[in-house]
């Protein structure tokens, strides 16, 4: 082997680093945009929502398939955007979060957000914007053009009743630029319901070039300048196009794969049970959650990239104050430790008397791509259920298997068309008692019958 060979080899490895790199650090971002894309067709300032609860049409990350939901994708290039919350009414609630291209609660909405239920008009700020503020706006400055909103009508139960008047509640929402405010025009809402809207992250070359569109149009974070070299060595850079070379292409597959590798073995790893003795955490550490509330740049001794690709290549949307409105717990084994798999019997006991004020539920995902398993017609079990069997001592027995047992159809998830499966507990108006743990979830336990 020669020196250029050698030398040739260096810069692959080295090529190769930065492209992992650059998919774990780009990963909130590539969500975002694959999300943009396929909901709106590049269309912003206007909202998508589901006129029925979710189905497995529904390819996004860990949704909700027991509320409806109500998004918007929003460009403040041509100055702040209007959104405007309605108050609460006829018993319906709205949570929801509005956030940055890389996924930072500007602020929660709603129910458990500053308006606190009565209503209000969020005003999203471009960067840098230093005009005043017009009395009567909330401001949600954000450090980019790109920004969106996820809101749920929480139902008070499950009927078509409930969820006419939650899909009134959302009709009544408003997205327009401040420049209109004055005589704002329509707000336009399109129903994806019936849709297949995939946006499971691919693990391909189709990664970088969502990662290359993201970043088009935004400026270049203060804490993000380290990964400018990093991401122009893999052909990424401001106003010019991706077109990796056969050779680059090849590395950029490789290092995408491995990159998802990394994000999936500290995902099933690395994290501590949230409740001792148990397989249920939240992908999130500490020092991620605190910097996510705060905005990254308010916790100068670190910027936790990593952990926030852990977390959005399972799930989107960030939540400010998260244990105060909504708080989520995910399992991927049983209690004997060992990973789901869809051809087993489990039961799982609730425990009664669940700290909730709206509902809770649980959710099952296929594990390879942390969305609804195909062609599956139910996902979850929850305290709103119908036809819910509760024990003589308000326990819950909740079943995941590939066919439900007689007399426990309202109990049960089928398993259906995936190999793993993952679980997702939510509470609804989570209860102190989860926080501090007073109360604890238990396993999921395999059974024979």
Known sequence: ????????????????????????????????QLMREVMTSGKTNEFVYWSQ???????TLTPNPDLIYYMAFFDTHDGPVVVEIPGESDGQALNGSICSLWQVPLEDVGHFGVDQGRGGNYLILPPGWD????????????????????????????????????????RRIRVYPLASAGSPPE???????????????????RFYELLHRALQDEPLLARDRPFAEMLSSIGIRHGEPFRPSPELTAILEDAVVEAHAWVKAEYEQNFDPFFAGTQWFFPGRTDFTDSQRDGFDAHPEGYPYLNRGVIYHMAFIGIRYLGIGQFYLVDLRDSDGEFFSSNNRYRMRVPANVPVSQFWSVTMYDAGTH????????????????????NDDGTVDVYFAPHAAPGEEANTIETGDSERF????????????????????????????
């Open 371 to 390: 969305a609804f398993i195909r062609g599956n017609t139910k996902y979850s079990v929850s305290s709103q259920t119908p036809g819910l069997v509760t």
């Open 131 to 170: 005009e005043p503020v017009p009395e009567g706006y909330i401001a949600l400055p954000c450090e980019t053009y790109s920004s969106y909103a996820l809101l749920r009508s929480v139902l008070g139960e499950h009927t078509q009743e409930a969820l006419d008047k939650g899909l009134e509640l959302c």
């Open 422 to 449: 993952e679980l997702m507990f939510r509470f609804y108006g989570v209860g102190k008692e989860v926080m501090t743990k007073e109360w604890a979830l238990t396993d999921a336990t395999r059974v024979d019958h």
């Open 1 to 32: 082997m020669t020196d250029t060979d050698t030398s040739t080899d260096a810069l692959a490895r080295g090529t190769h680093r930065h492209a992992v790199e650059a998919a774990i650090w780009g990963m909130a971002a590539v969500n975002f």
């Open 53 to 59: 609860l979710l189905d497995w049409q529904n390819q």
């Open 187 to 205: 707000t336009h809402a399109r129903d994806l319901q019936g849709k297949v809207v995939d946006a499971t992250i691919p693990y391909d070359l």
